[in-house]
């Protein structure tokens, strides 16, 4: 990753491992690579300090990866549409993929919920 002088900027394995520490849902040497994409297709907007830019990088994947990113919550809260990365274990046995009535009265009375096929969970 070049910084806003044009020099190579490329952190030492101490800054990926407190990275990864800080970031456990993270794939930090991936998210990396993303943001160095990103630099080398935006050279105008090249950054002083590479090592805060990357940190802020890892730290809105991380919200991204919670599902938390503002665009996201504003659709959850919007739709009622539960985002995929939420969805339990049971959402997913409960996920109504065929639209069948008699699929949703079946997980209605067993489990006390199901979720359409947009990704509303719907209970009783």
């Known amino acids: 990753m070049k910084d806003f002088y044009g020099e190579e900027y490329y952190p030492d394995d101490e800054d990926f491992i407190k990275w ?51 665009f996201a919550q504003k659709t959850s809260e919007q739709t009622g549409v539960i985002p995929f990365r939420k969805w339990t274990k049971l959402d997913d046995d409960t996920h109504d993929f065929m639209e069948s009535e008699s699929f949703r009265q079946l997980c209605l009375e067993k489990y006390g919920q199901y979720v359409t096929f947009n990704g509303e969970r719907v209970t009783k």
């Open 20 to 70: 990864q520490h800080a970031y456990p849902n993270v794939d930090v040497f991936l998210e990396y690579d993303a943001a160095e994409c990103w630099v080398d297709a935006n050279p105008a907007r090249r950054k002083k300090n590479c090592k805060s830019f990357v940190n802020n990088w890892l730290k809105k994947a991380a919200q991204m990866e919670k599902g938390i990113s503002p």
